[in-house]
């Protein structure tokens, strides 16, 4: 795993953008924090699995474009192991 920080990179590449003018950005950090992986799984993916499975019974074909959509997040977190994640 590298040791670069995607938090920091982040707000780096925020306060290189223009400062004035539509589209600009400017990012400050005030404090953040990472939910650890047991809790995504405990609480918001393995519910999502089922979740997804059910709607997928009920609502079949007319959902499939929004379920694969959250499938793919669940994949992508499963299949980067401390790669990937939200800040709070």
């Not at 795993?1 to 004035?20: E, G, I, T, V």
């Not at 950090?29 to 939910?35: G, Q, T, V, W």
Request: charged residues 25%; aromatic residues 14%; hydrophobic residues 40%.
């Amino acid at each position: 795993m590298s040791d670069l920080d995607p938090f920091k990179l982040f707000l780096d590449l925020q306060l290189a953008l223009p400062r004035n003018g539509p589209g600009s950005a400017v990012a400050t950090e005030i404090a953040f924090s990472m939910l650890p992986p047991e809790d995504w799984w405990d609480e918001y993916y393995t519910p999502m699995r089922k979740r997804i499975a059910e709607m997928r019974a009920e609502y079949g074909e007319e959902a499939e474009g929004v379920l694969s959509e959250a499938e793919a997040e669940i994949a992508l977190f499963e299949n980067n192991p401390g790669q990937y994640s939200y800040v709070f």
